[in-house]
């Protein structure tokens, strides 16, 4: 069975993958392209509905985005959302101008009446508005559906056209009926019946791995995160020992982290894999450098070294299995200008393509909510599915300044009693991510009478989403106190805990 698919038309919002992750909640199945995709890319997909995004541009500037063809065109229902409902203004012949108020933030609106984008919602809401332009005149045959306490339009539809634009952004939790109408948008206007179902997933891409692969092999560089060992089991089901692994050690990684990869894949599961240990070679291309993009540089190419001389190794290899999920391939079409580089990106495991293989990328059009639920109807154990995100360069991005086996070792310590710590209290399932970072600095001391000075160890503990933002979490002081006094005592080396209490933004979740 065929599943039903909306497209989303991205215009630049900082919310688009929202609006996607919205109707994955909801088992609709989605996909975004850029504002340029032509009718017939569009058509070739059989959509049951268009949603168009947000985006940071007035429809007034020159270079503004614009569709390539009449929306109409398409012949399927319309969501226009934000910078979506004003190009639907101007190109149907509404008067839209610079808004007198801008309006940001919570927003209460009246909603009119028999509108199905509204249905079981009640007349007055509350909802999330981030626009300066606003629409004076609705277009010819369209009809108010809902305005704002100040009396501007927040919504208008044609019914007969089937198209329904709202100024506000249902995707984010502040409009507080927000799913509600993109669960009217995809079941009650778009009849979106047939569902994107995990276990249809599984699958399909089992049968295409194998008919892809044939009698050949594949070749995985497994992590042990979450992404690298859905893709490797996925893979492994459909192929099974034609499935070579490759774990390279780095020797920056957490305590317990080889052993669980020897442990879940090779014993429990029959991997056939191969553990590089390569730490020798990281320490010494890290000795001096002090510098973290020099690191992240030093430690990628140190992993594709260590790769690609392996790979050489494995006769009749001609696949290569990566771990790819939907935000890279989003990121990679974004209709976004260039922004500024805060810093490369942690996955020093994303392989270049130029090794000679074929890729398999079986996750690359999911969501991590909806990696981790494959992964448990493949049976993968929680503490793989849940563990907490951790960056390619490992370690190394956590020891501030120059890495070297000693720091290595006391973070190490340090991080595992941290981890063991939040598991007994029950918060580590509670915080998205949590870690400890090794200042470059020393700190003086009273430890056992004596004067001491050692060094300072900052723990870092976030709740998010999807890590593009952040807040501090709130942890007790009862286990922030226990995990500290443990550190000190037991890590010789610290002796003064520190506890981070900035959002991203401003700050970054990681230090480098």
Request: proline share 4%; with cysteine; hydrophobic share 40%.
């Amino acid at each position: 069975m065929k599943t039903d698919i909306i497209l989303i038309l991205d215009f630049g919002s900082q919310y688009t993958q929202l609006i996607a992750k919205e109707l994955r909640k909801k088992k609709v199945f989605c996909e975004i392209l850029p504002y340029t995709a032509s009718l017939n890319e569009i058509k070739e997909k059989n959509p049951s509905g268009i949603i168009l995004s947000g985006g940071p541009d007035s429809v007034y500037n020159k270079n503004s985005p614009k569709l390539s063809f009449n929306i109409s065109d398409a012949d399927v229902p319309v969501l226009a959302i934000c910078y979506g409902m004003q190009l639907i203004a101007v190109d149907y012949g509404g008067v839209t101008k610079a808004g007198v108020k801008r309006e940001y933030g919570h927003t209460e609106i009246n909603l009119a009446k028999n509108s199905k984008l509204f249905k079981g919602i009640n007349r007055r809401t509350v909802v999330w508005m981030s626009h300066g332009d606003e629409v004076l005149k609705l277009p010819d045959g369209f009809v108010l559906n809902s305005k704002t306490e100040n009396g501007v339009i927040s919504g208008f539809e044609s019914e007969t056209k089937k198209i329904y634009a709202i100024q506000f952004h249902p995707e984010v939790k502040h409009t507080r009926d927000g799913e509600k109408i993109i669960s009217n948008f995809a079941f009650n206007i778009c009849g979106v019946k047939n569902l994107f179902e995990y276990d249809d997933f599984i699958e399909t891409a089992v049968k295409n791995i194998s008919e892809s692969v044939g009698s050949m092999k594949a070749i995985c560089a497994l992590s042990g995160g979450v992404d690298s060992s859905v893709a490797a089991f996925l893979t492994h089901k459909a192929i099974g020992k034609n499935l070579k692994c490759v774990f390279v050690d780095t020797g920056l990684l957490r305590s317990g982290d080889r052993e669980r990869i020897e442990d879940v894949f090779k014993k429990q599961f029959d991997f056939d894999i191969d553990i590089v240990d390569a730490s020798s070679l990281f320490l010494k291309r890290l000795k001096g450098v002090t510098d973290p993009e020099t690191k992240r540089k030093i430690i990628g190419e140190a992993f594709i070294d260590v790769f690609k001389k392996e790979a050489q190794r494995i006769k009749g290899a001609s696949f290569l299995v990566q771990g790819t999920l939907y935000p890279d391939i989003i990121e990679s079409v974004s209709v976004k200008g260039p922004s500024a580089v805060i810093k490369s990106h942690h996955n020093v495991g994303g392989l270049p393509k130029n090794l000679g293989f074929k890729l398999i990328e079986p996750l690359k059009f999911l969501f991590k909510d909806d990696v981790r639920d494959i992964g448990k109807r493949l049976g993968i154990p929680d503490d793989v599915l849940f563990q907490h995100p951790f960056p390619g360069p490992g370690l190394a991005i956590r020891i501030i300044g120059e890495v070297s086996k000693e720091r290595l070792e006391i973070l190490k310590k340090a991080d595992f009693i941290l981890r063991d710590e939040l598991k007994k209290s029950g918060y580590y399932n509670k915080i998205w991510q949590a870690f400890c970072v090794l200042l470059p600095i020393k700190s003086v001391g009273v430890m056992g009478d004596e004067r001491s000075y050692e060094n300072v160890l900052a723990l870092r503990f976030v709740d998010s989403v999807d890590g593009m933002t952040a807040d501090w979490s709130r942890v007790s002081n009862d286990v922030l106190n226990s995990i500290s006094k443990r550190i000190v005592g037991e890590v010789k080396g610290i002796n003064r805990v520190v506890y981070d209490i900035t959002s991203k933004p401003p700050a970054t979740i990681e230090w480098e």
